[in-house]
Structures are given as structure tokens and as C-alpha cells.
């Protein structure tokens, strides 16, 4: 079956620091994957979307990388600050289609 | 751009009643709306998928006579539970893209928080 796994454990870092998340993927074959936060009670908001043949995407203090090889993304904040707290969510759509699923995302934590 | 409006934010209802929850694309039209679940510290879990002008197409295991879709306009979904139980209890989101493909970011609404009493 396939799957999206995140870190379900939350990270805590200090305000300033580099954040790296982490998402692994089985038994799918994506074109894309995305990123996008979600803060308590509000719906998601896009991130990023980073292509298959694109080892890397950056936009402002966030980056991106894909390896279709290890089947597996980080998403790294520089510079955390604490408006950075909240839950971040990798998704992919599934082979045949085009819907998004998600994984169960990875709390963030930035204290000051 | 691309804001998604959904209405309302909360509802809690008694057991047995039906509830209508609203999704509007305020500033795109909006092809495929898509509607989820989340339950605490889960996952959005798909429910379904719906175009405009056409049946939705629910995910195995959600119950498409429970779970109404209609998505009679470019701009409009609507998300009817009926007869709710306290199992459905639960955090829905509905979602929007301008144009279909597997790279459309989903836009999504701030959700609506569904307690059944």
C-alpha cells in the first residue's frame, strides 16, 4: 500500500536555528511532492512543490530537496523564528490520480 | 489570491440531524474541489472528489449517501452529513484547484469543526 511517513514525533528547536524535517515515501512514483503548513484549528497552506527532476527548491528561508532514489524529502527552515511553530505536512498524489494525499505531518516548535 | 471561504467554522448538532457545510472559491473558479477529514493528530484523510457539473467520487469507505457532495458551480461545493452520529464528530476541510493536474497546489479552506452531541 502506499504511504507517507513524517516524523510523528515533535521537534523543538531554538529560535535561529536550521530545522530539518524529513518525509519517506512507498509505492508511489511521484512527478511532484509538496509541502504545506498547517497552524491549529486553520486548514493547510502551500509551501512548496518541488518536481521530480529538481534536486532542490529554495524560496526565502525555506528549501526543499527530492530523492526519488531514497524516496525521501527534507524541508528545512533557516534562521527558524518562532512564528515558525506549527504542524508541516508532505503530500503526494497517488499514481492514478491527482487528489493529494498527505502525511501526518511534523510539529514544529520554536522557542525564542 | 486563490482563497478559499468555508462556512461555517463550527457546528455542533444532535445526533440524527443533517449539516451543511459550504466551500467557495472567492477569487478563481474552481474545476475540482476536494473534501477531507481530520481526525486528532491524524492525517486529512480524502473523502472525495468533486467537479463541477458531475457526481462526486468518494473514497472507499466513506459512505456517499451519508456524505452529500454537490458542486453545482465553479465556485460552490456543498458537504451535507446527514443523520449524524457522534463518530462523525470530526475536523472537515474542503480544498480547491483552478485547473486539474498532479503539480495544482490544493488551496484549502480554514475547515469546519463538526461535533455531534
Known amino acids: 500500500s502506499q504511504k507517507i511517513e513524517q516524523n510523528s514525533e515533535a521537534l523543538n528547536i531554538q529560535e535561529g536555528k536550521t530545522a530539518t524535517l524529513t518525509c519517506n515515501y512507498t509505492n508511489y512514483s511521484p512527478a511532484y511532492l509538496q509541502w504545506y503548513r498547517q497552524d491549529p484549528g486553520r486548514g493547510p497552506v502551500f509551501l512548496l512543490l518541488?518536481?521530480?527532476?529538481?534536486k532542490e527548491k529554495r524560496k526565502e528561508r525555506l528549501k526543499v530537496t527530492f530523492d526519488t532514489t531514497l524516496k525521501q524529502s527534507l524541508f528545512h527552515i533557516t534562521a527558524s523564528q518562532p512564528a515558525d511553530s506549527a504542524t508541516y505536512l508532505c503530500a503526494l498524489a497517488p499514481n492514478s490520480g491527482y487528489a493529494l494525499n498527505f502525511g501526518k505531518g511534523t510539529s514544529l516548535l520554536v522557542t525564542p | 489570491g486563490a482563497v478559499v471561504s468555508q462556512h461555517p467554522s463550527w457546528v455542533i448538532c444532535k445526533s440524527g440531524t443533517s449539516v451543511k457545510i459550504e466551500c467557495r472559491s472567492l477569487?478563481?473558479?474552481?474545476?475540482?474541489m476536494f473534501w477531507y477529514r481530520q481526525f486528532p493528530k491524524q492525517s486529512l484523510m480524502l473523502m472525495a472528489t468533486s467537479n463541477e457539473g458531475s457526481k462526486a467520487t468518494y473514497e472507499q469507505g466513506v459512505e456517499k449517501d451519508k456524505f452529500l457532495i454537490n458542486h453545482a458551480s465553479l465556485t460552490l461545493s456543498t458537504l451535507t452529513v446527514t443523520s449524524a452520529h457522534p463518530e462523525d464528530s470530526s475536523f472537515y476541510i474542503c480544498?480547491?484547484?483552478?485547473?486539474?493536474?498532479?503539480?495544482?497546489?490544493?488551496?484549502f479552506g480554514n475547515g469546519t469543526r463538526l461535533t455531534v452531541t
Open positions: 518541488i518536481r521530480e527532476n529538481e
Open positions: 480544498s480547491a484547484v483552478a485547473y486539474r493536474g498532479r503539480n495544482s497546489p490544493l488551496h
Open positions: 477569487d478563481f473558479q474552481a474545476t475540482t
